[in-house]
């Protein structure tokens, strides 16, 4: 249990005591409330809010209320003082022991430190990347890859159990397009002329590779039959083909699917059949008319009946067509057949991982959701918005159609795996995220990458070079956890210790906000609290982590270190970068 939520329950039971004592009468249960850091850290260590909820059920003012819970939670072991400020908050002092103890745990638990048992082991289901099997991975698909990715190991760090899912879009028009561009490229790999690709055909190169592998397996099985003869094979074998890039593209940056479910099964296998005979069943189909699309004048709007279901009834603005007007499926059904199918897998959690060009996509689904689960099944979208790449100055269009790609393996060729998955969360999803090669690999504290790994870089070398001074060092997290830590007791040391304790509440935040970027920005913060550290050792040598003439001092605050190292490590390991131990071409950082 973190120290923050150690706090709260030991408040939480101060509540109870008081109330089984008669000093605090509630009317209503005992309402949530939080101990969190002060927005002001001059305001003391923690915060609480436990006054301002319980006023309602106590029906006294927060601040007689905070006046009769204060000195009990001063009396708590841990609790140095509590002053009640503003309209109730109360404002909690720790005492050293209480993060020097927090330091043990943190060498105790080693990278573990941060998980917790938030998800209850719940299963969740988060679909992510999905890219049409119709050509390489590129820079727009990496930064839903990486955020997907990403989210899967904060919230397998918070207790959930997840699976990685993939949904491959094979059912679709484009899909025949890949399948006729190939059998295009197939003839030019046969040695016959091709006058240019035809105008909405793939003329990306990669093609030809595809192409050269339906020669090796089939020679020339398909010429001079029909399209309705190769059209399906070819389709088939492409998608195999480029899905197996795609895998490739993944793992070069740790990115592994559990699960690949393919939209044309689940249209050939009556699933949609299925859905719609469930939905009719429960009552929610019927034949009407829809109003015309709102925010548009449509001159010759003609209201056509449809066959729709009642989504409206689960929040919808509308309710939703299921059929086109020549009675064939809409564009929904084959994602509700989807959501049904996890949902009959047994996922209750669900998250989408889409682009913003997929805007509506929620409100679509989720009444789904909510009628073929009886609304216990929970549906949440994240929205990635576009990777704008620059390269030698110049802006790069992607487009898989025109063939102008910067692909995932180029980006990772040149900046290497690390800077490629850290650099696509130093944005919230929804915003544009600018992605220059030049800022991406220099070695500047403008650059969040180098920024972080430079910090666990220096921890490293702060361990080494004691190592060359102590003889008999044994730096192991347990060893160093075994130490009389009360020696790292300057006002600044404790200050670390206090950043690095809120590396568990931040785990959980960002789990519960589906938020991994989140992550990156805690890694930032952390790396330059430690880099403004060591920076005022330059100046006051009671800062300073390596002391020649002061062995057993040298050793507590190398657990110190220690214990940065491991948070720094904890966290990259969430986002899928490796800890790197020492820089190539190290240099001072200044604040």
Partial sequence: MSL??????????????????????????????????PRDLA????????????????????????????????????????????????????????????LKDILKAGVGYGESNLGQKQKVNVEFVSANPTGPMHAGHVRGAVLGDTLCRLLEKAGYDVTREYYMNDAGTQIDVL????????????????????????????????????????????????EEEWLVPIRQFACEYIIGLIKEDLAMIGIK?????????????????????????????????????????????????????????????????????????????????????????????????????????????????????NGTARLEVIYNNIVKVFKNGEPVKLSKRSGNLITLREMVEQVGVGAVRFFMLTRAPDSELEFDFAKVIEQ???????????????????????????????????????????LVNEPEELALIRALANWPRAVEAAAVAQEPHRIAFFLMDLAGSFHSFWNKGNDKAALRFILPDDPALTKAKLALVKAVQIVLASGLAVMGCSALEEMRHEQTITT
């Fill in 43 to 102: 305001h003391g260590d923690m915060a609480t809010n436990v006054a301002m909820t319980l006023t309602k059920a106590v029906g006294k003012p927060p601040r007689a209320v905070a006046e009769i819970i204060k000195a009990k939670i001063e009396a708590l072991p841990i609790v140095a003082s509590v002053e009640i400020a503003g309209p109730g908050f109360m404002n909690l002092r720790l005492k050293p022991e209480a993060w020097h103890r927090e």
């Fill in 444 to 486: 500047t504290r403008d650059n969040p990458v180098f920024y972080v790994q430079y910090a666990h870089a220096r921890c490293c070398s702060v361990m080494r070079n004691a190592a060359h001074l102590i003889s008999d060092l044994d730096a192991s997290p347990e060893a160093l956890s075994q130490l009389d830590l009360s």
């Fill in 4 to 37: 923050f939520k150690s706090v709260q329950a030991s408040v939480a039971e101060i509540v109870a005591q008081l109330v089984k004592e008669g000093a605090l009468t509630l009317s209503l249960p005992m309402p949530a409330f939080v101990v969190e850091p």
């Fill in 179 to 226: 399948s006729r561009t190939t059998h295009l490229r197939y003839r030019e790999a046969l040695g016959e002329t091709i006058d240019g690709i035809p105008t909405g055909y793939y003329p990306g190169e990669y093609l030809k590779d595809v192409a050269q592998a339906l020669v090796k397996r089939d020679g020339n099985k398909w010429i001079g039959k029909t």
């Fill in 257 to 373: 699917h559990d699960v690949f479910t393919n939209e044309r099964v689940i249209v050939e296998n009556g699933t949609l059949d299925k859905v719609y005979k469930i939905l009719e069943e429960k009552g929610l189909i019927y034949v009407g008319t829809l109003p015309p699309p709102k925010g548009k004048e449509m001159e010759n709007w003609e209201a056509v009946p449809l066959t729709l279901f009642r989504s409206s009834k689960f929040g919808d603005d509308v309710d939703r067509p299921l059929k086109k007007r020549d009675g064939t499926w809409a564009y929904v059904m084959p994602d509700l057949a989807y959501h049904y199918d996890k949902i009959q897998r047994g996922f209750q959690y669900m998250i989408n991982i889409l682009g913003t060009d997929h805007g509506g996509y929620l409100e679509r689904i989720r009444p789904g959701v909510a009628a073929f689960s």
